[in-house]
């Protein structure tokens, strides 16, 4: 039996509905060269870069980013690829101090980050001018037993 022509419109439609919610929650996408994030490398590409960070974080699509929806950043992959580093300069965007970063709050943040990181200030940024990946943590010592073990007290009272 074939589905009628409005259930295959209706999915359709819940489909479209659907989709920018499921974009809004997956992290920017790494790039393929393994840079953090894929950071603007001109001044005049920051604008873009910041609207679509700002378009995938704001998973309500409320027109502002909250702390919640800066959790994916500091899940799996992305977050060994700098998203520490992007979550932290999301936060600081927050020029009201609201707790809410709205769309040019985080445009203003993200030329602040690129301006930083322009050591020379010609508008662009060179590999040294980029952030070095975070180093991979060295794992924990843990103590070891001894390699006779100690005697229990009171044992060599006969």
Do not use: C, H, K, Y
């Not at 970063?101 to 010609?122: H, Q, S």
């Not at 180093?135 to 010592?141: K, Y």
Request: no cysteine; net charge negative.
């Amino acid at each position: 039996m074939r589905p009628s022509l409005s259930v295959v419109v209706a999915t359709v439609a819940l489909g479209a509905l659907m989709a920018p919610a499921a974009l809004a929650q997956d992290p920017p996408a790494p790039p393929a060269g393994g840079g953090m994030m894929g950071l603007p490398r001109a001044a005049s590409d920051v604008e873009a870069w910041t609207d679509r960070l700002f378009d995938r974080l704001d998973a309500d699509a409320d027109g502002v980013i909250v702390g919640r929806e800066l959790m994916v950043l500091s899940q799996g992959e992305i977050a060994a690829r700098g998203g520490s580093r992007i979550r932290a300069m999301v936060s600081q965007s927050d020029a009201s101090n609201d707790a809410r970063v709205t769309r040019e709050e985080l445009r203003a943040g993200g030329l602040r980050m690129f301006n930083r990181m322009d050591a020379n200030g010609d508008g662009r940024l060179s590999d040294d001018e980029l952030p070095r990946p975070p180093a991979p943590r060295a794992p924990i010592a843990m103590p070891m037993p001894a390699a006779e073990p100690m005697p229990m007290p009171g044992m060599d009272d006969d």
